[in-house]
């Protein structure tokens, strides 16, 4: 904690740069980021600005290939949908794998920035739905396209096979599975190492943190449609009320994790939404529920499945709700699996960041709940080393006031998320950068 203190005092007054690394290969990429950066600011703020939801990244997909392929990458577009793979062969070595996801989510932005989304766009049902980059996929995009071009200009300083891909549809935790379906690991070169980097809205910009082992859980979606016998509300007892029914299904899903499984597992059941009814005096036939399920492990992950099905229906049972019209239980889309940071590739990468960047701006961080489909690539036959770092994207001066009094800053997913975008971006590009010389050095 005292360096993390020294780190925030230090940085509150200058803009995140690199420091100590090996000399002269750290001076060139420092030059060279800072050289690329005004060109990457326009970037970010045109895709900030121009979000595009999950499953529709079809003009932030085009502008990534077309970065890429000024880079001097051999670019392949529309691989898994709205995919992009951009691959630069330098020589025999190791093959790196560099991941971005592209997909914003459906908010109305509140940041007030000048370049802040006032988008209305299409989602995938066709339905227009305001939009805004909450999750900081537009500063991935960002790094990505740098990363691109240093690593190019520099390709001296290194051997192997860089494979760069910008993802769609990690918000709905299906694009990672649509591009391995579409032969990323055959059709294209098969990563030694997969490494991604995202955004964190509770870490000050200029950090990079990363967790050893699991670090994102496993995400599950239920839906519960809770049925009942509809009628008029000033007469309940002609009804089966699936308003109470589902008020008291809510409450008894609570009991799951405190009092089911073993003290200390970690899990979360949250209802995330509940619709039900038309107007004060009916009650209606039907309520639906969406649930948000967390863990990090996959008998954990179905025990909780189980523990929902059974509690709905025998809630409704003791309601004296007959069998035809207990509630319906569903898994809505597909479970986004626990992402499991290989130790090994971990720690090495961990090492060169703390040669890069200096001890006080690597930080180790606890496990979140949060899912990522990132998980996926290091989850195939293929048996591919992954690993993602987290970047800190909130300004050290809210940081250090948030520490200080205990207010919360914007998370992500928040309508008033907003990275601080230089130190953010900067720091992204020099993380990935890093990690790629360190696995592909020069023997």
Not at 273 to 289: A, C, Q
Not at 334 to 339: F, G
Not at 410 to 437: C, D, Q, R, W, Y
Request: net charge neutral.
């Amino acid at each position: 904690m005292h360096l993390r203190l020294l780190f925030l005092f230090s940085l509150l007054g200058t803009a995140a740069c690199v420091l100590a690394a090996p000399a002269v290969l750290s001076e060139q990429v420092t030059a060279r980021i800072d050289a690329e950066y005004p060109s990457l600011d326009v970037i970010y703020r045109h895709v900030h600005a121009h979000p595009e939801l999950s499953l529709m990244e079809e003009k932030t997909a085009a502008l990534v290939a077309k970065e890429l392929r000024a880079a001097g990458f051999d670019v392949t577009e529309r691989v898994g949908g709205h995919g992009v793979v951009a691959v630069l062969a330098n020589g025999p070595g190791p093959t790196v794998l560099l991941r971005a996801d592209m997909d914003a989510l459906p908010l109305a932005e509140t940041t007030g920035l000048p370049y802040a989304s006032t988008a209305l766009v299409k989602d995938s049902a066709g339905r227009d739905q305001p939009a805004m980059h909450a999750c900081g996929h537009d500063t991935h995009v960002t790094w990505l396209i740098g990363t691109a071009r240093v690593l190019s200009a520099l390709r001296t300083g290194w051997r192997g096979t860089l494979v760069l891909i910008a993802q769609p549809a990690e918000e709905i935790g299906a694009g990672a599975k649509a591009m391995l379906a579409d032969g990323l690991y055959t059709r294209f070169p098969k990563p030694d190492f997969a490494l991604s980097a995202h955004t964190w809205s509770n870490l000050p910009a200029g950090v990079v943190a990363s967790v050893e082992g699991p670090a994102y859980a496993n995400v599950d979606s239920l839906d519960i449609l809770v049925r009942g016998l509809g009628g008029h509300g000033s007469r309940p007892h002609t009804t089966k009320d699936p308003v109470v029914l589902a008020a008291q299904i809510v409450v008894a899903l609570q009991t799951i994790v405190s009092r089911e499984l073993e003290p200390g597992t970690p899990a979360v059941v949250t209802v995330g939404s509940i619709h039900g009814g038309t107007k004060h005096n009916i009650i209606p036939d039907e309520v639906k529920l969406e649930l948000t399920l967390r863990s990090y492990d996959l008998k954990i992950a179905d025990q909780l499945i189980a523990s929902i099905r059974r509690i709905a229906e025998n809630t409704a049972r003791a309601a004296g709700v007959p069998d035809d019209r207990l509630p319906v239980v569903s898994v809505a889309g597909v479970r986004t699996p626990v992402l499991t940071n290989n130790p090994a590739l971990t720690r090495r990468v961990d090492g060169a960041l703390r040669t890069w960047l200096g001890e006080n701006r690597v930080w180790t961080e606890k496990p979140t709940v949060a899912g990522e489909d990132f998980s996926r690539y290091g989850l195939t036959a293929e048996n591919v080393p992954i690993c993602m770092l987290w970047i800190g994207g909130a300004a050290p001066a809210m940081y250090a006031e948030s520490k200080r009094t205990g207010t919360l800053l914007p998370s992500n997913h928040s309508p008033m998320f907003a990275p601080v975008p230089e130190p953010t971006i900067k720091t992204g590009m020099t993380a990935l950068t890093a990690a790629a010389l360190e696995l592909l050095a020069k023997p």
